[in-house]
């Protein structure tokens, strides 16, 4: 069984920052693993640990500096990676659903997998689609949210527990191949070890460009753009308590006692 | 232009999302110049016509087939709806289940989804407002195409109210079983046990800012001293540091206590939406810009492990070591 997961670095963004023109500065940004990419990675690691014969992959759209970011991965217990790359890709600002879908699809084309697992979604644009629009392109079945995965290697079926709204669950049963998206909190992502690092540096980490899987340029292109990017004005209208923590706790407490809503 | 805005459903009730697109989709339609659709798909159809019937809804279509959502049943219906209808947009709510369609949805027409719109401006070019890096910017991304798909965040438009002279019609569409390939099995409440957060008068309220799972006796004596209960936001429950009935926000519970004190919680929308509609909110946290201090009635602007350890000492509490 073959297990493809689809991973992302993403950048968060320091508590002072500036914007330079359709993104903030670089200056202000910290990459990393996409977080419910890292719940996806786990849950794919766990499976391989758990029945035989479970190959993990990996796949990015990413640029050169992502790759310290799958070699996370790899350290984790991926068994290779897949990164997506060139100067179309590199040229381009703004990749829609529907490029990326596309393309991590020529890649389950070529990989074959049994299940692909993605995050919910990407903590810097927070679509939230990519895995979804994927299995429409591929003809996979699907679950979004998926905080619970039992997966039936033999029958190739996923039971799952999708995460709804308001401490409720859904129950569901997947027909295989599917792509899961997974919600955080599933699993407990490990720590990469020192041993993983190491064997993650010889584990294979191949690059394609558009032509290694089959487009030409015109696959970026898109009608959707992004075409500006600000900070959104403060809608703030707390009263700041200032002074020292002595001082700010303590007109905290006074605010407290005055409510009546606790005693001492 | 035609709108068609898709309803949501569960255990029998319509969702308040379903009255949030239909404000949205009217107000689309208002600035195309057309005509606003509704569809309900599975449930009680009848019962959930009559109650979108609101206000500028120009037709409900129903699809009678199933209790409980199913995603193939959806796109299969909605697919069907648009080549019957040429909506130019078609608007889902960003939830949980909307993300588990609307991706399938646009991908089956081959239209542009963008998702999560906080605001739109449909005069010229759809240019659709999202947010990104967790909220502390917002962007505004164009959409060049004439039939476009979008999701928009809950609670960020009024529900649709009043009584509106729709027609309501059955949708005829023959549902192809063979390829539905998920089966609902159930529904399980989660997060019960020994504390109800919603009954709180004071909630002390702790997130990524406690940094460790060693900290959180510091908080625990702040909410003895307090006489509050201990809630949290999203990771702490993820990182199994408290139990998932402590969560508050979209996924956990929704809370309106007197006093909601966030500590070291920076306010993204899942979190907001479960704790908006507390009588005062007060908010302790490093970061000014924050999402949280747009929410908040107080703000002290400052390190929690300098600020918890005085107000613990105020209320004659012990500082754990």
């Known amino acids: 069984m073959k297990v493809l997961v689809t991973v992302k670095e993403v950048a968060q963004v320091d508590d002072e920052f500036e914007i330079d023109g359709l993104d903030v500065d670089d200056r202000y940004l910290d990459y990393d693993l996409n977080e419910w990419d890292d719940y996806a990675v786990e849950e794919a690691v766990q499976l391989s640990e758990t029945h035989d014969d479970i190959e993990v992959v990996t796949v990015t759209i990413g640029p050169e500096r992502s790759e310290e970011t799958i070699r996370m991965a790899l350290a984790k217990g991926a068994d290779r990676a897949i990164r997506i790359w060139d100067d179309t890709l590199a040229d381009t600002e703004f990749l829609d659903v529907s490029t990326k879908a596309n393309l991590l699809a020529a890649v389950v084309e070529e990989e074959d997998p049994d299940l692909v697992l993605s995050g919910v979604q990407a903590d810097d644009d927070s679509f939230g689609a990519t895995g979804v629009a994927l299995a429409d392109r591929v003809g996979f079945q699907w679950a979004a949210v998926v905080n619970q995965l039992e997966q039936d290697v033999e029958a190739n079926v996923s039971n799952v527990r999708r995460e709804l709204e308001g401490g409720i669950e859904e129950l569901t049963e997947i027909d295989g191949p599917a792509v899961l998206t997974i919600q955080t909190g599933i699993n407990e992502p490990r720590y990469a070890s020192l041993r993983g690092i190491r064997q993650a540096q010889r584990k294979p980490l191949d690059v394609q460009s558009l032509d290694d899987l089959g487009f030409d340029d015109s696959v970026v292109e898109s009608p959707v753009d992004l075409t500006s990017m600000y900070e959104p004005e403060s809608e703030s209208d707390a009263v700041v308590w200032e002074g020292s923590p002595e001082e700010t706790a303590g007109e905290l407490a006074e605010f407290l006692r005055e409510q009546g809503v606790v005693e001492g | ?321």
Not at chain 2, 60 to 67: A, F, K, L, M, R
Not at chain 2, 81 to 89: F, G, I
């Open chain 2, 1 to 321: 232009m035609t709108v068609l805005a898709i309803t949501e459903h569960r255990r029998g009730e319509l969702r308040d999302p379903s009255f949030e697109v239909i404000t949205a989709g009217r107000e689309l339609a208002d600035e195309r110049g057309g005509e606003l659709h509704v569809a309900v798909i599975g449930g009680d159809v009848d019962t959930f016509a009559e109650q979108c019937n609101r206000e500028g809804v120009d037709a409900v279509h129903t699809v009678d087939h199933g209790e409980e959502f199913n995603h193939d049943v959806y796109t299969q219906a909605i697919v069907a709806m648009a080549e019957a209808h040429e909506p130019d947009a078609i608007v889902m709510p960003n939830t949980v289940n909307g993300l588990d369609y609307a991706p399938a949805v646009a991908g089956a027409l081959d239209r542009p989804l963008v998702t999560d719109a906080v605001d739109f401006d449909a005069t010229g070019t759809l240019e659709v407002t999202r947010e990104q890096y967790g909220g502390k910017v917002e962007t505004t991304v164009e959409v060049d195409a004439d039939a476009v798909a979008l999701t928009i965040r809950p609670a960020e438009w009024p529900k649709a109210e009043g009584t509106g002279d729709a027609e309501v019609a059955e949708f005829d569409v023959d549902i192809d079983e063979s390829a539905v390939g998920s089966t609902v099995k159930g529904f399980e409440e989660v997060g019960g046990g020994d504390v109800d957060i919603t009954e709180a008068d004071v909630l002390v309220s702790i997130g990524r800012g406690i940094e460790e799972e060693d900290n959180l006796p510091l908080v625990e004596a702040l909410a003895d001293a307090l006489g509050a209960t201990l809630s949290s936001s999203r990771p702490i429950v993820d990182n199994g540091w408290l139990p998932k009935n402590r969560q508050v926000g979209q996924s956990g519970k929704v809370v309106t206590p007197d006093v909601y004190i966030a500590i070291g919680i920076s306010g993204a929308v899942q979190h907001v939406a479960g704790m908006k509609g507390s009588d005062t909110i007060i908010a302790i946290n490093t970061d000014p810009n924050a999402p949280i201090m747009d929410i908040a009635d107080y703000a002290i602007v400052d390190d929690l492990f300098d600020v918890v350890p005085q107000l613990i000492e105020q209320f004659g509490g012990d500082v754990p070591s």
